[in-house]
């Protein structure tokens, strides 16, 4: 059974461009959550897909988007990047259903905005 | 809202101590209580859960259980090793349209030998 995947594991880019980070989810999962940690914080929830679709966001601008593929896999895609948007980026795939339901976290990209 | 509280860190204990990390939270409705740990460098790992009141997770020797009555989900472990250096993140999950995690904001733990 293939974990969660990320890639790249680390980028650097400089104010005002544009990034895409990608996940490959769990083999069996149809849920792809993002999440953004801050340095010293705990994870903020940006968005999640299921069935291709976003269905909840958290409180991020709309430069923040995703995309999820029919293979569940997804992309997170950040516009005018600002460098409060450094940190990093968590990608979770789980089982709609219960809240119980536990989200398999990948190793994360860690973005740098200079 | 919902939102959960960690006691604040870092917490530093000598191999063997016993540990206590303390978790409250608030949340409309019955949430699911996890603790995650996060390694070096690593992302997060669940480490035990519990989805209903009066439940225990364990895991590891770790256990923590879920208190209603005092919205807490503390997290203990007996005797800690080395190798529980990590930083540990308290967790709820509702489903508002999305099944969401709300974390804390994260204990950094370091065991001396």
């Known amino acids: 059974e293939t974990g969660v995947t990320q890639s790249p594991t680390h980028l650097i880019k400089t104010r005002g461009q544009q990034v895409t980070l990608r996940c490959s989810s769990q083999s069996g999962h149809n849920t792809v959550s993002w999440y953004q940690q801050a340095l010293g914080q705990g994870p903020q929830f940006i968005f999640q897909y299921y069935r291709e679709e976003e269905n909840g966001r958290g409180n991020f601008p709309p430069r923040f988007s995703g995309l999820q593929f029919p293979n569940y896999s997804s992309e997170l895609n950040v516009n005018a990047l600002e460098l409060d948007d450094s940190a990093l980026y968590l990608c979770?795939?789980?089982?709609?259903?219960?809240?119980?339901?536990?989200?398999?976290f990948g190793p994360g990209t860690r973005l740098t905005v200079l | 809202g919902n939102s959960v509280t960690q006691m604040e860190g870092p917490v530093t204990l000598s191999e063997e101590a016993f540990l206590t990390i303390n978790c409250t939270y608030t949340?409309?409705?019955?949430?699911?209580l996890f603790w995650y740990v996060q390694y070096p460098g690593e992302g997060l790992q669940l480490l035990l859960k519990a989805t209903k009141a009066d439940d225990k997770g364990s895991n590891k020797g770790f256990e923590a259980t879920y208190r209603k009555e005092t919205t807490s989900f503390h997290l203990e472990k007996g005797s800690v090793q080395v190798s529980d250096s990590a930083v540990y993140f308290c967790a709820l999950t509702i489903i508002q349209g999305a099944q969401k995690l709300v974390f804390g904001q994260g204990t950094r733990l370091t065991i001396n030998p």
């Open positions: 949340a409309t409705g019955y949430p699911s």
């Open positions: 979770a795939s789980s089982l709609v259903g219960l809240a119980g339901n536990e989200q398999f």
